[in-house]
Every structure is written in structure tokens, then in C-alpha cells.
T-cell receptor
Framework: QQPVQSPQAVILREGEDAVINCSSS?????VHWYRQKHGEAPVFLMI?????EQKGHEKISASFNEKKQQSSLYLTASQLSYSGTYFC???????????FGIGTKLQVIP | DTGVSQDPRHKITKRGQNVTFRCDPI?????LYWYRQTLGQGPEFLTY????????KSRLLSDRFSAERPKGSFSTLEIQRTEQGDSAMYLC??????????????FGPGTRLTVL
């Protein structure tokens, strides 16, 4: 089943913070976060594993609540380059398929 | 540039024609995924290979779709008798091997298919 993302869209001014949430109705092994700009491929941001491991860009932070099957992506001191659509993807097993949500559109304005 | 390449980048075809897309993954990656993405949606899983073995195929995938990964290197996705509903961006992604628990996937630039 597709994870649910919220909010669906958000507009920020440069320097503001934002949180994007992702929830699933199924038990999860991993949560994946990607950013996609218009006309481009999704770019990997972060992966969070059951058990607390995570790997990703230094300037990106995220959390994963295994019991609630929820994850949040934290964007701080936003820059214009942060604009794009953010997708969370979830997987039930280590090398299983990733199921993506419909995305959160983020626009950062000057 | 993630190191995953796809060819062609754009394909326009007439309904009923067959099309084939190619994906070259990052060389050391042994897992390869195909996704389809339409406007306003996230990538939708189609199929997945580990080396040359096709391990999973979406139940939503029509029999008109077939994918191969001979010798565990590049992969091809063929769509037979294309329909207008097949119009979408077809994305390929690859992920690493070894003992790592991580399965971060790196996407190629995609092939945009338009069926007239």
C-alpha cells in the first residue's frame, strides 16, 4: 500500500524550516526520501532503517518511528534550491521493492 | 548525474507499435529496478532484478510489458502493442551489492514515452 504524505504542498520563504511527514499502514523495514525537480529524475536524500541506522546527506535530517510506521523529513534554513517534490518510499524488507507516496510539493521563495 | 543511464530519453510512437528502452546501471550495482511515473504521482514499481534474475513483477503490469537483464548488466524494458495509457516517464534505478543493509536506489534520467 502507498504511504501517505503530508502536507501535499508547502510554500516557504528562504531561511524558514519545514517538516514533511510520511506514514504507512504496514510494518516497515526502511523509509527512503527523494527529491525530484521538474523534468528530472528523483535524487536520493536519505534512507532510514528499522533499528536506527540511517544514511544520507549531511544537511538533511529525518526520523523514523518504527512503532508508528511514520517518518519525518526535516528541512532547516531552507534555500531556493530545496524547491521540488519530495517523495517518501517504504519497503517491508531489506531488498524488496520501494512503494512511493504521491509526493509533497515544496516551493521556496525569496 | 547518478551514473545510471537510460536510452532513449524521449520516444514518440503510434498506438499499437512496440517500443524498447535500455538502462545501464552503476557498474558495481547488482540490483536494478524499473518504475513508471505519471504526472502528479510518485514512481510506481514495475519490476526488479538481482543480477540476471527477475525477482518480482508488479501484479498491475500487463502481459504486454517484459523486461530482461542478460548477464546481469544492462536491462531492457519492452512494451508491445502500446496504448495511450502507456504514456509516462519510465525510470530505471540501481542499488548496491555486498553485505550492506542499505538499499538506496539511484535513478537514471528516465525515458519519456508518448503514445499517439
Amino acid at each position: 500500500q502507498q504511504p501517505v504524505q503530508s502536507p501535499q504542498a508547502v510554500i516557504l520563504r528562504e531561511g524558514e524550516d519545514a517538516v514533511i511527514n510520511c506514514s504507512s499502514s504496514k510494518a516497515l523495514y526502511s523509509v527512503h526520501w527523494y527529491r525530484q525537480k521538474h523534468g528530472e529524475a528523483p535524487v536520493f536524500l536519505m534512507i532510514l532503517l528499522k533499528g536506527g541506522e540511517q544514511k544520507g546527506h549531511e544537511k538533511i535530517s529525518a526520523s523514523f518511528n518504527e512503532k508508528k510506521q511514520q517518518s519525518s523529513l526535516y528541512l532547516t534554513a531552507s534555500q531556493l534550491s530545496y524547491s521540488g517534490t519530495y517523495f517518501c518510499g517504504t519497503a517491508a524488507g531489506g531488498y524488496q521493492k520501494v512503494t512511493f507516496g504521491i509526493g509533497t510539493k515544496l516551493q521556496v521563495i525569496p | 548525474d547518478t551514473g545510471v543511464s537510460q536510452d532513449p530519453r524521449h520516444k514518440i510512437t503510434k498506438r499499437g507499435q512496440n517500443v524498447t528502452f535500455r538502462c545501464d546501471p552503476i557498474s558495481e550495482h547488482n540490483r536494478l529496478y524499473w518504475y513508471r511515473q505519471t504526472l502528479g504521482q510518485g514512481p510506481e514499481f514495475l519490476t526488479y532484478f538481482q543480477n540476471e534474475a527477475q525477482l518480482e513483477k508488479s501484479r498491475l503490469l500487463s502481459d504486454r510489458f517484459s523486461a530482461e537483464r542478460p548477464k546481469g548488466s544492462f536491462s531492457t524494458l519492452e512494451i508491445q502493442r502500446t496504448e495511450q495509457g502507456d504514456s509516462a516517464m519510465y525510470l530505471c534505478a540501481s542499488s548496491g551489492s555486498g553485505q550492506s543493509s542499505y538499499n538506496e536506489q539511484f535513478f537514471g534520467p528516465g525515458t519519456r514515452l508518448t503514445v499517439l
